[in-house]
C-alpha cells in the first residue's frame, strides 16, 4: 500500500491550493480516507476525513469548515483537499492518510500514510 501525496506549495494569505493524494495497492472503494495536518512544535490533527462516498459523511475540522473541500475519486483511488481563503495558520506539512470504514477522523485511527506535503501561506 502506498499514498502519494501532492500539490502543497507557497501561496498568499486569500490564496488557493488543491492537494491530490493516489492510494495504489488497495482499492479505496469503502475506506475512511482523509488529511492531516501537522504545524511545528504542534501535534498532528485531522483536517477533513470522509468515510463514505456520500457527501453526509464529511468531516471538517472547525477552523476549515467553509474554506477547505474534501473530494474522492475512487476510479482514480484518489483523493483530494481544495484549500481556499488559505490564512497563514493553515501553514503546515499536510498528510493523507487512510482507515477502516466508518472510523473518526483522527490521527490513531489510520492504517496508511503518505509522505507529506508542505503548505505555506504567506501573510
Known amino acids: 500500500v502506498q499514498l502519494q501525496a501532492s500539490g502543497g506549495g507557497l501561496v498568499q494569505a486569500g490564496g488557493s491550493l488543491k492537494l491530490s493524494c493516489k492510494a495504489s495497492g488497495f482499492s479505496l472503494d469503502f475506506w475512511t480516507i482523509g488529511w492531516f495536518r501537522q504545524a511545528p512544535g504542534k501535534k498532528r490533527e485531522g483536517v477533513s476525513c470522509?468515510?463514505?462516498?456520500?457527501?453526509?459523511?464529511?468531516y471538517y475540522l472547525a477552523s476549515v469548515e467553509g474554506r477547505f473541500t474534501i473530494s474522492r475519486d475512487n476510479a482514480e483511488n484518489s483523493w483530494y483537499l481544495e484549500m481556499n481563503n488559505l490564512k497563514p495558520e493553515d501553514t503546515a506539512v499536510y498528510y493523507c492518510?487512510?482507515?477502516?470504514?466508518?472510523?473518526?477522523?483522527?490521527?490513531?485511527?489510520?492504517?496508511?500514510w503518505g509522505e507529506g506535503t508542505q503548505v505555506t501561506v504567506s501573510s
Open positions: 470522509m468515510r463514505k462516498t456520500t457527501d453526509s459523511e464529511r
Open positions: 492518510a487512510t482507515g477502516p470504514p466508518l472510523v473518526s477522523c483522527d490521527v490513531s485511527k489510520m492504517n496508511f
